[in-house]
Nanobody, 118 residues
């Protein structure tokens, strides 16, 4: 079992920055690919970025060059640095933990709201 707690969301002006954090507990962090997803009102949840224990990352095309995912395996925490935010980045952002070998082992955080608006 993995518990995920997100923090760092809020209201920001277009062009601004936010850093989301996700603290994981309850299992061995290194066995999971950590990711960030988001869901805007009326839309399906979509992948934002993922990071493996070894440091490989993957990004949605819409955030490449603006967002950076990182993980601190010693602190069992994954981060999402979001720069040059746009109104279309407004969504609830969810942290995800996907076991590296057991596809059915997958956990979600409760989500944190990000609003980009002037």
């Amino acid at each position: 079992q993995v518990q995920l707690v997100e923090s760092g969301g809020g209201l920001v002006l277009p062009g601004g920055s936010l850093r989301l954090s996700c603290a994981a507990s309850g299992s061995i962090f290194k066995f999971y690919v950590m990711g960030w997803y988001r869901q805007a009102p009326g839309k399906q949840r979509e992948l934002v970025a993922t990071a493996t224990t070894g440091g490989s990352t993957n990004y949605a095309d819409s955030v490449k060059g603006r967002f950076t995912i990182s993980r601190d395996n010693a602190k069992n925490t994954v981060y999402l640095q979001m720069n040059s935010l746009k109104p279309e980045d407004t969504a609830v952002y969810y942290c995800n933990a996907q076991h590296t070998t057991l596809a059915y082992v997958n956990f979600w955080g409760q989500g944190t709201q990000v609003i980009v608006s002037s």
